[in-house]
Each structure stands twice: as C-alpha cells, then as structure tokens.
C-alpha cells in the first residue's frame, strides 16, 4: 500500500485507521506487518491506479461500459466447448440456486440449516446412481480439482508415486493434476494412436509398473471421441495393482456407460453441465464418485452428507459423514488434503437439474446430442480441403483439420466471428502434432439452422470469402 493516503478500493488504506490497526498489533510500520513476505516479490513502487469514482451510480456505469467490450453467447453462435459448455440451462436452476437459504448458505452446521444439507445428500444420491457408484463428493472447485485429488486418494491407497494419464487429456486439467501432485507425484503421459486418438495400450504396458498408482483418461475425451478400450485399460492397470480413474462429462452418461460397468475405481468430472451457465468459465464444479467401501469414503478430503434417523421417531437429519478425515476437522495439519471453498450452490443446482431431467431426460438429451454432432460432422467433412481427425466414435465435440486449407485456424476463427460464430478451440499449441485443427462442440441447443449457418461460414472463412 506504499504510495497511497487513502484509496477507498483498498482495505485499511486510510493513514489513521492504519495507525490504529498497527498499534493493536504492536507492531511500528506495515513493513514490519509484512516481513515474512520475501523481498524479491514485494512491490518496490507505488501501484499505478486511476484515481478512484466515488459515486456508485458512476462505478456502475464504467463498470457496465467495460463489460460490454465482452462478446458473449447470448449475441453469437457458440461451438466452443473444450471444458465449458454451452448447454440449456432450465428456468428452474436458476430460480432454486438464486434462494437466500442456499445461495448465501456458505458454511454452518446442521443446527443452522434451512435444506442446504439435504439438497446436497439428494444430488449426492442422483450423481451416484448417474455415474453408477455410491458416494459423491460435495463439489470441489472443477474437474481439474477433482482429478488431482482423486489420483492423490489412488496414491495413498497404494502408497506409490507413478500416475500414468492419457496423453488425450485437456492440457489445462494435465497442468492442473502436475501443479497440484508434483511435491511427491509423478505424472507420465501415455502415447495415443494417431489415427483414432484411442490410448496406445503397448505404451501403457511398457510404462505400468510397481510403482504406478493410478492410471487416468477421460470418457469422452478431450478431444470428444469416446474411448472404447476402458475394459482393457482397466485389466492393465489391475494387473500391477493400480486404481483406475476415470474423468467423465457427467452429461455423456446418459447415452454412454458408466466407466465402472469396465473397472473404474474413481470417477471423477465436472458439473457444469448439468444446469450451470459457462459465465465465462465460472460455472465449474467437480465431483468424485466410488463405491461405498471404507479405504475409499476415508480416503475424500471433501465433505461427504449422510443421512440419519434423529431423536424423533420417523425424521431423519442430514449432516457431514467422518467429518474429522477433512481438513475442516479438528486436526486441519492432519487432513488428507487441504480443502478450501467448495463450489456447494452448483451441487444443488446438478440435483435440480438431474432431478427435473430424470432418466429418459438425460437419454433423450445424450441422444440429441449425438444425432447433431453426426449431422455437423458429416456437413463440414464436405468442405473443400476441410477433414476430421479422428475416426472413432464421438459424443458433442469433434477435431476439424483446416491443414489442407492454406489457413490458419486463428484466421479462420475470425473470419466467423466477423459473422457472430464462435469457432472451435484453436488446437495448435496445445497439440502441435496436429497441425491446423480446432475442436468443435455440437450440443443439444444447436438447431440444424445453426448448423448450417456454421458450415456456411466455414466455407467462406476457408476460401477467404466474406
């Protein structure tokens, strides 16, 4: 805060309230407050702030002013995925998730709640029976969260330090696992086969051993193809004594089985596609689900509701199961890992939109999607110089080879956005031995006008068209 007198975006900025708050603490100078923070990261010189808007009604109206620089879903046609998807959000999860008692119920106990805890038992109960396990996790921050903490549930189960992952992954989740595990994990990439994306089984072979304590992939896979192997996958794995951990778009199950129906032992995924809008990446919430035997239930840092029968006969009350095994416990050094701020409100908001959608619901939502994403394929595999990549089954996403095309896929992405079209993610950083390829999503919401409009455009953007 060096620099400043008082600046009212700046806690304590105030000199006499800064005075005061030091005297407290006994201390002479905020140098003083903050001299374990290491000099080579402090700021040596005052911040370059604009001077700040006093009256609300004016902050509002720059604020607004800036974020309506955005370019949003709302005004441009979306088929970008990659982790966050356009979905349809039903009327009835906003209106659920936007209640006092469960939009500001951050923590408390059962004493203090008013349903928070049994709307996140029953979305516990339907993600289990979705996923076909039997405990669920209160949610996490994201998948990537999730996949991090259940490779790390994997090596304390084993004791090993080896996590093979499917060289398929999204980049962004890999990243995440590496950051997360990398004091005492190690992460190995496994080959894919090039034509199809599915994993090389012979490089898993060679690379499983004694050591290794999960192996992980995704289903679909990042890249959208599903991953037909799963019973084989899991056979190698068991075969050295590694858990199997499955990463799952929770949304693709209800068309595709569950990984556990071939021998996953954790699975593990994110939320937000079940009711929760992107808003620009915010909309993410990841889940782990198993069967309910001990060495697993012990092994989730998260917190787990059960149910019980109280006092009274005939009521039941919900609250945390093993709650010392979290670092929420009365022994926080001691806890498998640490657990910050969960992401509960998008948990009951899955349980409303699982509970709204039922069985046939996700069925008939899977189907769609499948039947659009086929229809998008087979219209774009018609453009001049345009391929897919890829020839195994997919479910919302599909890889588009623009190679042939002379153009990159930055210039053609934004030749669509010139007409309102989000085009796919842009692969060529993340997957260089692809060349020029994007990923694609088809979702339930994309109409076969959509459709057509994006193939239209593709095909002006790739022969420099307007």
Not at 60 to 70: A, F
Not at 189 to 195: S, T
Not at 278 to 290: D, E, I, S, W
Not at 298 to 307: A, T
């Amino acid at each position: 805060m060096r620099g400043f007198k008082n600046h009212p975006y700046i806690p304590n900025s105030d000199p006499a309230v800064q005075k005061e708050m030091l005297q407290y603490l006994g201390l002479s100078s905020l140098e003083e407050l903050h001299e374990e923070v290491p000099e080579e990261i402090k700021l040596k010189a005052p911040m370059e702030m604009e001077e700040a808007i006093p009256s609300e009604y004016e902050l509002r109206r720059h604020m607004m002013s800036v974020l309506s620089k955005n370019r949003d879903c709302t005004e441009n046609l979306c088929f970008l995925g990659a982790g966050c998807w356009p979905h349809y959000v039903p009327a009835i999860c906003d209106e659920i998730n936007s209640r006092g008692e469960f939009l500001t119920a951050y923590g408390g106990e059962p004493y203090n709640d008013f349903g928070r805890f049994q709307s996140l038992f029953e979305y516990q109960s339907m993600v289990a029976e979705l996923v076909d396990m039997e405990v669920v996790n209160v949610p996490t921050m994201d998948w990537a969260q999730a996949a991090s903490t259940s490779v790390r549930m994997a090596a304390r189960m084993t004791g090993r330090r080896q996590v093979l992952v499917a060289g398929t992954s999204s980049p962004d989740r890999l990243s995440a696992m590496i950051n997360y595990c990398k004091s005492d994990l190690d992460i190995i990439k496994l080959a894919y086969d090039p034509k199809t994306g599915l994993m090389d089984l012979e490089d898993l072979r060679s690379k499983i051993s004694q050591d290794t304590a999960a192996v992980y992939f995704e289903y679909p896979s990042y890249l959208g193809f599903v991953e037909t192997q799963g019973k084989e996958i899991a056979d190698i794995a068991h075969g050295a004594g590694a858990e199997l951990v499955a990463g799952v778009d929770p949304i693709a199950l209800g068309v595709l089985e569950s990984p556990r129906a071939w021998g996953a032992n954790i699975i593990c995924g994110d939320l937000q596609p079940l009711g929760i809008h992107m808003n620009y990446g915010g909309g993410q919430g990841g889940f782990m689900a198993t069967m309910d035997e001990e060495r697993y239930v012990m092994e989730y840092p998260s917190r787990l509701f059960g149910i019980a029968p109280t006092i009274k006969e005939g009521e039941y009350g919900f609250g945390d199961v093993a709650y010392d095994r979290t670092s929420f416990g009365h022994h926080r050094e001691k806890g498998k890992e640490y657990v910050g701020t969960q992401a509960a409100l998008w948990g009951i908001t899955a349980g409303v939109y699982l509970a709204t959608m039922g069985p046939k619901g996700m069925q008939e939502t899977g189907n769609s999607i499948i039947q659009k994403n086929l229809y998008a394929k087979q219209e774009i595999s018609k453009l001049e110089n345009v391929s897919l990549r890829f020839g195994s089954f997919g479910f919302k996403e599909f890889v588009v080879d623009f190679g042939r095309t002379g153009k990159t896929v930055s210039e053609i992405n934004s030749r669509l956005l010139e007409k309102n079209i989000f085009g796919g993610k842009d692969l060529s950083q993340e997957f260089p031995e692809l060349g020029q390829c994007a990923l694609y999503c088809v979702t339930e919401i994309h109409t076969k006008e959509d459709i057509d409009s994006l193939v239209k455009a593709l095909g002006d953007a790739v022969k420099g068209g307007c």
